[in-house]
């Protein structure tokens, strides 16, 4: 009965900014790892951003330090990712996930996902 369920997905032009949010039911990350994958045409499942259980730990991926910020609302259930200075490499359908545990980069270690959000960005 866990469900995770990503918003905020669309199309922008390079340089622009999104904030993709996940609501979580059934379910609490409060001593969880949460994180965002993304997933292009052709491509794997890239981890782009995860976040510790209190908030204050954070890793990204190379291709988006700087421009992403992950975060989380334990309190709602809800973990975020403000996207800018976005760039036409950045789209892909974006994926939350809740890993079930201590933090990990590989996408076959998280145990929830949620359907996506498209995100376009255009030159």
């Known amino acids: 009965q866990v469900q995770l369920v990503e918003s905020g997905g669309g199309s922008v032009q390079a340089g622009g900014s999104l904030r993709l949010s996940c609501a979580a039911s059934g379910y609490s990350f409060s001593n969880d790892c949460m994180g965002w994958f993304r997933q292009a045409p052709g491509k794997g499942r890239e981890g782009v951003a995860r976040i510790w259980p209190g908030g204050g730990d954070t890793g990204y991926a190379d291709s988006v330090k700087g421009r992403f910020t992950i975060s989380q609302d334990k309190d709602k259930n809800m973990v975020y990712l403000q996207m800018n200075a976005l760039k036409p490499e950045d789209t892909a359908m974006y994926y939350c996930?809740?890993?079930?545990?201590?933090?990990?980069?590989?996408?076959?270690?998280?145990?929830?996902w949620g359907q996506g959000t498209q995100v376009t960005v255009s030159s």
């Open positions: 996930a809740a890993r079930g545990g201590y933090c990990s980069t590989v996408a076959a270690a998280y145990k929830f």
